[in-house]
Structures are given as C-alpha cells and as structure tokens.
C-alpha cells in the first residue's frame, strides 16, 4: 500500500464496506459510518469530470487521454489526501482539519469525453444510483460542458466547483437565478480575466486594434463579449466568429475575415485542437502567421493543444507559434520576495508523489478505462507546471473539503449538511492556496477577480526535442504577471520575445509609407543657390561702391545711399533660406520659426531698400515744387528717418502679430487610410490666424511704395546727373509689379510645395535682382565709357557750366557751388524753367532776326557789351542729352558772340551772318 495515499485507499475501501454495515446510513449527500476506533465520521465521495477520452471515430477507436489525465488525476488524489490526514505543507487551514472535522473524502472519476452528452450521461448515472452516495462534483474544464452538468446537480442538490470553467454565463446572477444555483469556480470568469486581457493589450502594448478569433459556443462567445466590454473607449475590435468543428471551408473564411482586418495583433478562443491547428495553418499560407509582423495572443483554452503539438521544424505550425503567446488566470510565482510560496509547496509535494508508482497503478485501477491507461505504459515527466490551470484543480479540491467541515461546523443538528449547506459554505470559505489567495464572490459563485492572478506566458519551442528527433514540442514560461491591477515584468524570467524577434512591441496596424511632401532636396538647393548668387551680387555692388566711393559717379549718387539698397536687398534675399526649411531638416517649432522670420526679413527688406528710394524721390519731388533747387543730397539722416518711420511700424505690427497670433507651422492631412491614419500631408505655413497683422502691415508697405511712385510721376520732367531719378521710378515699379503679378500665381500653387517655394524664392531673386541692377548697371556703364573715351570729359565739363551760365539767369550765382567735387546730383533741367527759358528764347530769336534786317555794321561800347552779355548767356544752345547726362552738339550750331564790332552770328562752318550795333540790342532789350 502507497504510503502518500494511504488515506484515499483506507476510506473507499471503508465506503464500500459500509453498504453491508448495517450502522452506516446515506444522510443526504453523505455515507455516515464508524472508522477502525468506533468514532462516527461522514464519508463525501467526490466525482471529478475528467476528459479521459474524444468521442469515437467513425472506425470506432477511441483516443484515450493518457497525458491529461497523468496531469490532472494526482492533484486531485493529493489534495484529497491532504484533507483526510489534515496536512497543512500547501494550505495552512488544512493543518489539523481530520482533528476538528468527522468528514473523510473519497474521489471518483467520472468521462466527459469533452462533449456534452458523454459528461451529461455520467453525471446521470451516479445521480441515479443508490449507492455509493456523491456528495460533490469537482467540475468540468470546457464551459459548454458544465453550462449542462452544472444544470443537473444543481437540480438534484449537488455543489459543483469547477477549475477551469470560465464562461460567464455559468455565473448566478439575479437574471438567472435558477440556470446553476450550486455551480462556483476556484478560477475567475472570462468577463474577469477579460480586465487583465485588455490592460495588456492597451497600457502594456499600446494597442487600439485588435481582432479577435472565437468559437461560437458558450465559452468561446462570453469570452469575446467580456473582450468588449472590458476594452477602454477609443480602441477598436472586430470579432470573427467560427462554429465548433467547423470545416476547411469555414476555416478558411474565417482567416479571410481576420485578414480584411489588417490588424496586426489577434486574440484567439480556440477551445478544440484540431480546430487550433486548422485555423494556424491557413492563417500561415494567407500570411497572418509566422511572418514576424502578426502576434498570435491565445485564451486558456488553447494551451492542451499547443502543448500536444509536435510539428517538424520549420514546419508553417512551428513558425505560425513564434513569438505567440498565451494569457490566462494564473497560480502566481513559486517564489515571493525570496519566501516559498504554497505554489513551491505544492510543486514539490507533485513531483514526490509523481515518482511513487503504487500511487500512480492506484489511479489507473480509479480512471473509467483502467485496461486502457495500463496498457499505455504511462511515465510521466516530472511536473514544471506547464498547465497554469493546474493549481486551480487542486483548489477546487480543497475548496470542496473545507466547504464541507465548515458546514458541518455550522450545523446545529446531526442531520449533516444538504448540497445547498455545502455550496453556501464554500462561497462563504477563504484559504490561501496554490493559486494565491481564495475568495468566492457569494452572489455569482465565482472567484472575486481581485483574489487570482493572470498571467502572460510565452510559446517557446524546446530546442533538446529539435536537434534529437527533428521535430519540436512547446512549452511555456511565465513572462510577467497581472497582480492587484498592475502587469509587472518578473525578475527571473526572460523578456517577451514577439514575431519580429524583438522584445519591443510591433504597430498593431500594417505599416504605412507616408508621403510627407517635403520640399525636394534639389528645390531647396536652386533656392538656397538663388539666395547665394543675389547676396553675393548685393555684396559685390556694395564692394564695388566703396571702391570707387571717391569717383565722380558714385560721390554724386552718394555711397551711403547704394550702401543701403545693397544691405536691403540682401535681406530681402535672405527671406529664401528659412522658407526653404520644413519638418524634414527641422522640428515643428524650428519651422514655426522660420515661417515668421520669413515676414520678418521680408519686411525688413523691403523698409530698408524703400527708404533709400524713398527719400530721394522725395527730394526730387521738392525740386518740382521749388524749382531754385539744383541738387540732390541724400544725408544718412534723411534715409534713416523715413527708414525709422517705415521701420517702426513695421517692427510694431510684428511684435503684435509675434506675441499674439505669430504665423504657425501647420501639417495638414491629404490622405488617409482605411484607420485614419495619414498617408499624405502637407506642412505649410499658416498664415490665416496672423491676418489682422498681415494685413495693415502689407496695407504700411504698399501704401508707402504707391506713394513713392506717385511722386517720383510727378516729379517726372525734372532731369538729374546719370538720369538716375528715372532708374529710381522703374525700381519700385519692379517691386510693385513683382508683388501685383506673383500673388495669384502663389495663392494658386500654394497646394504645391516644391512649386510654390521655387517660384517664391525666383520672385524674390528677380525682384531684388533688377532693383540692383537698374541703380547699379547705368553707373558701371557710365565708368566704362567715360574711362574709354577721355574726350567726353571736356563735353560734360562744357555742359555744365553752360548750364551754370543759364541757371544764373534764374538764380543767385553766389548760392551755388558747382565744382566736381561736390556730393548729389545736379539738377540738369526744371520743367518749369526750361518752358519759361524756350518762350524768352523764341522771343529774343525773332527779335534779332528784325534787328539783323535793319541793323548796319558799328562799333559797340563797353557798356552795350556788359547790357548785351545777359541776354547772350540766356539764349540756349538747345544741346541733346543722353541718358548719362552728355552733351553734344549740332553738326552745323548757329552761334552767336559778341564783338567790338557788334553781334555776329556765324555758323559752325565760320559763315558770316549778320550783325547788330549795341544800340540795336539796347534798344531790343528795352
């Protein structure tokens, strides 16, 4: 006789003998009887539903179970023995329980085939006998299965605890008080461990899509509804649902649904092992599975097949349950803050009783198919809790046998306990046990979620099987571990490898390519090279002006006045390089910054350049309103206080529109997928919120720019030095036409980002481009020729004084200075004056014709010389001028002198034409 199960021996042999014992009664549910010392105890057979057995085939072999019922039948058998001898090495409460507690346990095991009838048909039989009596039912592991047996006992009175039944449905609740009056479970339910599942899913691996795969029947559909539910708001699931024993056709329209999905993580209800394999095998070849991009999540119900698997390698099941895994209520750790735990506890006290073969024949001799299990020459292998349901079967055990004695406790008379007694003391009982602490909610029956443990755990293929026979088995290991409302990674044990092979957790969507439109590489280079050919063009006019900043040229056009345009220029050329930047080179608020300082450089460009312009188009436009006049001098105080003005306002408006509502980088979406996700967007600065800046700023500037132009129009017949107010006018007509003919073109290709920063930059470069060249070409030719034809300076010399010498005859000689080097540019020519000076002309020209008529030869005194000399001096010569402000002279010129003799006028050839006394030109002039 074994010595671990002696007790289990002893009292079914005392239960049978006790039918022809005339002083042992059946009293309920219980055998009463008298043990070896006359003592009364009260024998409670319990009947444990086991799948020894799969329904027959259709040759009518049946396939026996050997590996399950090695697992499970020695829990039960120990903890049986634990509660008859009071042995409190796993649970405390059982130390001296066979002490204070009458009650001995027997164990029965009873086929459930895995189907509902086989189960149905032995739980009927040993509810119809007479003897010996049952007085409880350690329940059935699939949910369909005890939803029909849970219904019996409870009807005939017979508590029913159950250790791997999960559905919810089993639950009594106040919708079905009567479906499973008597039905509990030492392991919590689906909508229970749904909680932990979803916590997982979503603050563990950040999810927000999952599909799930499950078997239409009871468990299977409260296990994907408790998904539901529990999910948190925002996170998508799409169920697929297939029926039990479906076949290839349904099999494959299911992978094809979960497919549609697109979702990369798939949580899978599979309670049957051909259906697990069919369903991983065609997920393989429509490549959901064993492609490194799907993870493969299984309920509890998966794990007897993974574990019965036993694929070659590199077989599409092996690599279909790489990097897959399995989540389920758990027993917790073996070891605590370095203290054994119960679960140690019960590990060793397994695999102690595992090596005693009289125990293990004993079992066999107790399954319903003692031929069969014997001929299998059954070895079992040393127990490592592969199964964490395991720990739960021997719960559910001693859940039953402390029920028991503490109604029998409670029971103030000695009729014993009915199964109503006994199941309300066992909601009512709490013990720590293998899987952690035990505690039954009273109104479902089932385990208070809070009290059990889930664990993750993960497939991992055994590499000794591999490289012996070439195929592989699976074991799992505990990776982390759900307790009191938190997932927490386990020291000793090895990170979560997923199909990708890494340990971070893949997108749970497809990934996407997104097309973020950003500036192309060889856009932003034209620009940036756009940028560096205007600035360096603006710093070489700049160079080029201090050079020659002593030249005749350039002292009457003044150096600080080009100085000024080249500097605004430049930094009208620098607003190219923050528009060329984007999220690829630069972050949000990089771009957000650069998208203001373009408006900035912009601004101050333009305040910069206009100024110069400005300010001496306004003293042109003084000139046509007091034509006394001759010069125009530009003082570095009359640019800066129109730049001042311009500045200022500029630089408020920008501050405002800075502090308030700066421009903003925005990435606006184009496309998007199936989710929502974006496949194609669009950064872009926002100008829409800085509009009521934008506008009175853009109003300043135009406004100003207009103004300018009105009067340089205006002034229009004034003539300067190197015609350099015209070349002033057609500079700020280029800005005005630049800006009036790019705007539209820029709000149509504004969608185009390539388009529109190319164009933008190429607007900016011509523009500033021609202002320079329009001020500065005209001079740099001028340099050229005057340096290739010498003789042109004795005609500008003679142009000038003999315009000094008409000029007098307006203004007062001693006001004027007009020697070469003089800064400003001389004033060549009043509209006002001259149409006065061509009506005197015409006049005096018609008078000396009558006079030359009449006139006869005589000598002219010094005093008609000096009355006579004013008038010579007003006659014009009516010289040609070009656009550099020469002089020539007619081919034949009519000129007219002054002698002793009189006046003569003579042409260019020397001809004599007439002459007049100074009495005659006295007298003409009075």
Same mark, same amino acid.
């Given at each position: 006789?074994?010595?671990?199960?002696?007790?289990?021996?002893?009292?079914?042999?005392?239960?049978?003998?006790?039918?022809?014992?005339?002083?042992?009664?059946?009293?309920?549910?219980?055998?009463?009887?008298?043990?070896?010392?006359?003592?009364?105890?009260?024998?409670?057979?319990?009947?444990?539903?086991?799948?020894?057995?799969?329904?027959?085939?259709?040759?009518?072999?049946?396939?026996?179970?050997?590996?399950? !019922?090695?697992? %499970?039948?020695?829990?039960?058998? &120990? #903890? +049986?023995?634990?509660? =008859?001898?009071?042995? @409190?090495?796993?649970?405390?409460?059982?130390?001296?329980?066979?002490?204070?507690?009458?009650?001995?346990?027997?164990?029965?095991?009873?086929?459930?085939?895995?189907?509902?009838?086989?189960?149905?048909?032995?739980?009927?039989?040993?509810?119809?006998?007479?003897?010996?009596?049952?007085?409880?039912?350690?329940?059935?592991?699939?949910?369909?299965?005890?939803?029909?047996?849970?219904?019996?006992?409870?009807?005939?009175?017979?508590?029913?605890?159950?250790?791997?039944?999960?559905?919810?449905?089993?639950?009594?609740?106040?919708?079905?008080?009567?479906?499973?009056?008597?039905?509990?479970?030492?392991?919590?339910?689906?909508?229970?461990?749904?909680?932990?599942?979803?916590?997982? !899913?979503?603050? %563990?691996?950040?999810?927000?899509? &999952? #599909? +799930?795969?499950?078997? =239409?029947?009871?468990? @299977?559909?409260?296990?994907?509804?408790?998904?539901?539910?529990?999910?948190?708001?925002?996170?998508?699931?799409?169920?697929?649902?297939?029926?039990?024993?479906?076949?290839?056709?349904?099999?494959?329209?299911?992978?094809?649904?979960?497919?549609?999905?697109?979702?990369?993580?798939?949580?899978?209800?599979?309670?049957?092992?051909?259906?697990?394999?069919?369903?991983?095998?065609?997920?393989?070849?429509?490549?959901?599975?064993?492609?490194?991009?799907?993870?493969?999540?299984?309920?509890?119900?998966?794990?007897?097949?993974?574990?019965?698997?036993?694929?070659?390698?590199?077989?599409?099941?092996?690599?279909?349950?790489?990097?897959?895994?399995?989540?389920?209520?758990?027993?917790?750790?073996?070891?605590?803050?370095?203290?054994?735990?119960?679960?140690?506890?019960?590990?060793?006290?397994?695999?102690?009783?595992?090596?005693?073969?009289?125990?293990?024949?004993?079992?066999?001799?107790?399954?319903?198919?003692?031929?069969?299990?014997?001929?299998?020459?059954?070895?079992?292998?040393?127990?490592?809790?592969?199964?964490?349901?395991?720990?739960?079967?021997?719960?559910?055990?001693?859940?039953?046998?402390?029920?028991?004695?503490?109604?029998?406790?409670?029971?103030?008379?000695?009729?014993?306990?009915?199964?109503?007694?006994?199941?309300?003391?066992?909601?009512?009982?709490?013990?720590?046990?293998?899987?952690?602490?035990?505690?039954?909610?009273?109104?479902?029956?089932?385990?208070?979620?809070?009290?059990?443990?889930?664990?993750?755990?993960?497939?991992?293929?055994?590499?000794?099987?591999?490289?012996?026979?070439?195929?592989?088995?699976?074991?799992?290991?505990?990776?982390?571990?759900?307790?009191?409302?938190?997932?927490?990674?386990l020291d000793d044990a090895s990170p979560f490898v997923y199909a990708d092979g890494s340990t971070v957790p893949p997108s749970d969507l497809p990934h996407i390519q997104v097309n973020p439109n950003y500036l192309g590489t060889g856009w932003r280079v034209a620009g940036y090279v756009l940028c560096g050919m205007g600035m360096a063009l603006a710093l070489g006019l700049a160079l080029w002006t201090r050079a020659q900043s002593e030249n005749r040229v350039i002292r009457a056009s003044q150096p600080f006045f080009l100085t000024i345009i080249c500097l605004g220029v430049a930094t009208f050329f620098a607003s190219i390089i923050p528009l060329g930047v984007d999220e690829q080179i630069a972050t949000e608020t990089g771009c957000t910054v650069a998208c203001n300082a373009v408006i900035w450089?912009?601004?101050?460009?333009?305040?910069?350049?206009?100024?110069?312009?400005?300010?001496?188009?306004?003293?042109?436009?003084?000139?046509?309103?007091?034509?006394?006049?001759?010069?125009?001098?530009?003082?570095?105080?009359?640019?800066?206080?129109?730049?001042?003005?311009?500045?200022?306002?500029?630089?408020?408006?920008?501050?405002?529109?800075?502090?308030?509502?700066?421009?903003?980088?925005?990435?606006?979406?184009?496309?998007?997928?199936?989710?929502?996700?974006?496949?194609?967007?669009?950064?872009?600065?926002?100008?829409?919120?800085?509009?009521?800046?934008?506008?009175?700023?853009?109003?300043?500037?135009?406004?100003?720019?207009?103004?300018?132009?009105?009067?340089?129009?205006?002034?229009?017949?004034?003539?300067?030095?190197?015609?350099?107010?015209?070349?002033?006018?057609?500079?700020?007509?280029?800005?005005?036409?630049?800006?009036?003919?790019?705007?539209?073109?820029?709000?149509?290709?504004?969608?185009?980002?390539?388009?529109?920063?190319?164009?933008?930059?190429?607007?900016?470069?011509?523009?500033?481009?021609?202002?320079?060249?329009?001020?500065?070409?005209?001079?740099?030719?001028?340099?050229?020729?005057?340096?290739?034809?010498?003789?042109?300076?004795?005609?500008?010399?003679?142009?000038?004084?003999?315009?000094?010498?008409?000029?007098?005859?307006?203004?007062?000689?001693?006001?004027?200075?007009?020697?070469?080097?003089?800064?400003?540019?001389?004033?060549?020519?009043?509209?006002?004056?001259?149409?006065?000076?061509?009506?005197?002309?015409?006049?005096?020209?018609?008078?000396?014709?009558?006079?030359?008529?009449?006139?006869?030869?005589?000598?002219?005194?010094?005093?008609?010389?000096?009355?006579?000399?004013?008038?010579?001096?007003?006659?014009?010569?009516?010289?040609?001028?070009?656009?550099?402000?020469?002089?020539?002279?007619?081919?034949?010129?009519?000129?007219?002198?002054?002698?002793?003799?009189?006046?003569?006028?003579?042409?260019?050839?020397?001809?004599?034409?007439?002459?007049?006394?100074?009495?005659?030109?006295?007298?003409?002039h009075a």
């Amino acid at each position: 006789m074994s010595l671990l199960l002696s007790s289990l021996e002893h009292y079914d042999a005392l239960l049978h003998s006790s039918n022809s014992n005339s002083s042992s009664t059946s009293r309920k549910n219980l055998q009463v009887t008298s043990d070896d010392d006359g003592d009364e105890i009260a024998i409670c057979n319990l009947a444990a539903l086991i799948p020894f057995s799969l329904p027959p085939q259709p040759n009518g072999h049946v396939h026996y179970l050997t590996d399950l !019922f090695g697992l %499970v039948a020695p829990q039960l058998a &120990l #903890a +049986v023995q634990h509660l =008859n001898t009071g042995d @409190g090495s796993i649970v405390r409460d059982l130390q001296g329980l066979n002490d204070r507690c009458n009650i001995r346990f027997t164990l029965e095991f009873l086929d459930t085939g895995l189907v509902e009838n086989v189960a149905v048909d032995s739980v009927l039989r040993v509810t119809d006998r007479a003897f010996p009596p049952v007085c409880a039912f350690q329940g059935a592991s699939r949910s369909s299965v005890s939803m029909y047996t849970a219904a019996i006992t409870g009807l005939r009175g017979y508590p029913q605890i159950s250790a791997a039944s999960t559905s919810p449905l089993l639950s009594s609740n106040a919708d079905a008080p009567q479906l499973f009056p008597l039905f509990g479970r030492t392991i919590p339910s689906d909508d229970a461990i749904a909680v932990p599942i979803m916590e997982h !899913f979503q603050s %563990v691996l950040n999810i927000q899509h &999952l #599909a +799930v795969l499950y078997v =239409n029947d009871a468990y @299977g559909t409260a296990f994907a509804r408790g998904l539901h539910e529990a999910a948190a708001p925002g996170i998508s699931i799409k169920s697929v649902e297939i029926a039990p024993g479906s076949v290839q056709a349904n099999v494959e329209r299911a992978v094809r649904e979960l497919k549609q999905t697109q979702y990369q993580y798939i949580f899978a209800i599979l309670n049957q092992h051909h259906l697990f394999y069919d369903i991983l095998l065609q997920a393989f070849e429509e490549g959901i599975a064993g492609t490194g991009r799907h993870t493969w999540f299984f309920s509890d119900a998966s794990l007897g097949a993974i574990l019965a698997a036993t694929p070659p390698i590199d077989s599409p099941l092996q690599l279909a349950l790489q990097g897959a895994g399995v989540i389920t209520a758990s027993a917790g750790v073996p070891q605590q803050h370095n203290q054994q735990t119960p679960l140690k506890s019960y590990i060793d006290n397994l695999n102690e009783f595992l090596n005693s073969p009289d125990d293990l024949d004993y079992l066999v001799r107790k399954s319903p198919h003692p031929d069969a299990f014997a001929t299998t020459n059954m070895t079992l292998k040393e127990f490592d809790i592969q199964d964490p349901f395991t720990p739960f079967i021997y719960d559910s055990m001693i859940a039953l046998g402390l029920g028991a004695c503490n109604a029998r406790a409670s029971d103030n008379n000695d009729d014993y306990f009915d199964g109503h007694d006994h199941f309300h003391a066992i909601t009512r009982t709490t013990f720590v046990g293998t899987s952690g602490p035990v505690i039954f909610d009273p109104e479902t029956g089932s385990r208070e979620p809070s009290s059990a443990y889930c664990g993750l755990h993960q497939i991992v293929a055994n590499s000794s099987d591999i490289a012996n026979s070439g195929n592989t088995t699976f074991r799992v290991t505990m990776a982390s571990l759900y307790d009191h409302g938190i997932w927490k990674q386990l020291d000793d044990a090895s990170p979560f490898v997923y199909a990708d092979g890494s340990t971070v957790p893949p997108s749970d969507l497809p990934h996407i390519q997104v097309n973020p439109n950003y500036l192309g590489t060889g856009w932003r280079v034209a620009g940036y090279v756009l940028c560096g050919m205007g600035m360096a063009l603006a710093l070489g006019l700049a160079l080029w002006t201090r050079a020659q900043s002593e030249n005749r040229v350039i002292r009457a056009s003044q150096p600080f006045f080009l100085t000024i345009i080249c500097l605004g220029v430049a930094t009208f050329f620098a607003s190219i390089i923050p528009l060329g930047v984007d999220e690829q080179i630069a972050t949000e608020t990089g771009c957000t910054v650069a998208c203001n300082a373009v408006i900035w450089l912009l601004s101050i460009g333009f305040c910069v350049t206009f100024s110069a312009m400005f300010t001496k188009t306004q003293r042109v436009n003084k000139i046509f309103q007091n034509p006394r006049f001759t010069r125009i001098k530009v003082t570095p105080l009359d640019v800066v206080k129109p730049m001042m003005v311009c500045l200022g306002a500029n630089f408020v408006l920008l501050a405002l529109m800075a502090a308030l509502r700066p421009v903003a980088w925005t990435v606006e979406t184009l496309a998007q997928d199936d989710f929502g996700r974006d496949t194609e967007t669009r950064g872009f600065c926002d100008w829409s919120h800085s509009i009521p800046f934008l506008v009175p700023l853009a109003l300043i500037n135009l406004g100003c720019l207009f103004y300018a132009m009105v009067q340089a129009y205006e002034a229009r017949g004034i003539s300067i030095e190197f015609a350099e107010s015209e070349w002033i006018f057609r500079c700020m007509l280029v800005i005005a036409l630049a800006g009036f003919l790019s705007f539209p073109v820029l709000v149509l290709i504004h969608e185009n980002n390539n388009a529109f920063y190319f164009f933008f930059s190429a607007t900016i470069w011509i523009t500033g481009s021609l202002v320079l060249l329009l001020m500065f070409v005209p001079k740099i030719l001028f340099l050229r020729q005057k340096e290739s034809q010498p003789s042109m300076k004795m005609s500008i010399m003679r142009g000038s004084n003999s315009n000094s010498a008409r000029s007098s005859l307006f203004h007062d000689p001693s006001t004027l200075n007009f020697s070469s080097s003089e800064d400003g540019l001389l004033v060549l020519s009043h509209p006002k004056t001259e149409a006065e000076l061509r009506d005197r002309v015409v006049h005096l020209e018609a008078r000396l014709k009558k006079f030359a008529d009449r006139c006869s030869c005589r000598q002219a005194s010094d005093d008609d010389l000096v009355m006579i000399a004013p008038i010579l001096d007003a006659i014009p010569e009516q010289p040609s001028h070009d656009n550099n402000g020469e002089e020539e002279e007619d081919e034949e010129e009519e000129t007219s002198s002054l002698t002793p003799e009189g006046i003569q006028k003579t042409t260019s050839n020397g001809e004599f034409c007439s002459t007049a006394t100074p009495d005659d030109v006295v007298d003409h002039h009075a």
